[in-house]
């Protein structure tokens, strides 16, 4: 996959949004009291800004993802998005602007197994009410090379297959941001270059902001700004 050619991209237009995450504090309760993972994190996500956030398992990586979309609340601060702090709002309107907002690709691609690669892209796109859906998935379909799968079932593809039709998943729905969760941590060295290569075209490609948390150095090369989560703080 690695060395596969690449599609020429057509340009998407994105919302244009600011977030501002704030004083970020995220604690737990351990065996022996509460146990602080985020300790007053603050950082700001401009429109088409690309920033890659590392550091150590257990570090809090991933839990600043889920505050930052929505998915879990924080022990103290405020995620703004859209001019208002997330967390002053209720559960429904809260799940609306997330999925108004952001696009997801995670770790284990979270594929559905019933349905084919072109199902897959046109179930997101459908749940959104987006029109002519059909015509949008099969576009981003040949746009990360899968064309010749479409009507096949995720666990005929490879790994790295998998991950394309996630990230096209995420970017059919026109998203303003896309939160990627260690998009290669389940790949080997071959087909986590080519996902490198295929979300830094489609990157570049969109107007989206991208918000990545990795283990692999290389891959947060891919984004302009790079933070390392040490001891609950994020570190240029």
Same mark, same amino acid.
């Given at each position: 996959?690695?060395?596969? &050619?690449?599609?020429? !991209? ?22 022996? =009291?509460?146990?602080?993972? %985020? ?17 150590? /398992?257990?570090? =809090? ?9 929505? *998915? ?8 703004? +998005? #859209? @001019? ?21 690709? !995670?770790?284990? !691609?979270?594929? !559905?197994?019933?349905?084919?690669? $072109?199902? @897959?892209?046109?179930? &997101? *796109?459908?749940?959104? =009410?987006?029109?002519? &859906? ?9 746009? +990360?090379?899968?064309? #010749?799968?479409?009507? #096949? %079932? ?10 394309? +039709? ?19 941590? @389940?790949?080997?060295?071959?087909? /986590?270059? =080519? $996902?490198?290569?295929?979300?830094? &075209? ?8 991208? +918000? ?25």
């Amino acid at each position: 996959m690695a060395h596969e &050619s690449l599609p020429q !991209f057509e340009t998407f237009r994105y919302n244009n949004i600011m977030i501002q995450l704030t004083d970020i504090q995220k604690n737990y309760d351990g065996p022996s =009291g509460e146990i602080e993972i %985020l300790t007053g994190v603050s950082i700001p996500i401009p429109p088409k800004a690309s920033i890659a956030i590392t550091g150590p /398992s257990g570090s =809090g990586k991933s839990t600043l993802l889920r505050i930052l979309a929505g *998915l879990e609340p924080p022990t103290k601060g405020r995620v703004i +998005v #859209h @001019n208002q702090n997330i967390y002053d709002l209720t559960d429904d309107d809260r799940a609306t602007l997330r999925s108004q907002t952001f696009g997801f690709i !995670f770790q284990s !691609f979270r594929l !559905f197994p019933a349905l084919t690669v $072109i199902e @897959n892209i046109q179930l &997101s *796109l459908d749940i959104k =009410g987006t029109k002519n &859906s059909d015509t949008i998935a099969h576009e981003w379909m040949e746009n +990360v090379g899968l064309a #010749h799968r479409k009507d #096949h %079932l995720p666990e005929t593809l490879s790994g790295g297959e998998q991950q394309r +039709v996630a990230i096209a998943r995420a970017l059919a729905t026109n998203p303003s941001v896309i939160v990627a969760d260690e998009p290669t941590g @389940n790949l080997d060295k071959k087909n /986590s270059d =080519g $996902i490198q290569t295929m979300l830094q &075209s489609c990157m570049e490609a969109s107007n989206a902001a991208l +918000v990545l948390v990795t283990h692999d150095i290389e891959l947060a090369k891919i984004c302009d700004t790079q933070y390392e989560l040490s001891n609950g703080q994020l570190l240029k």
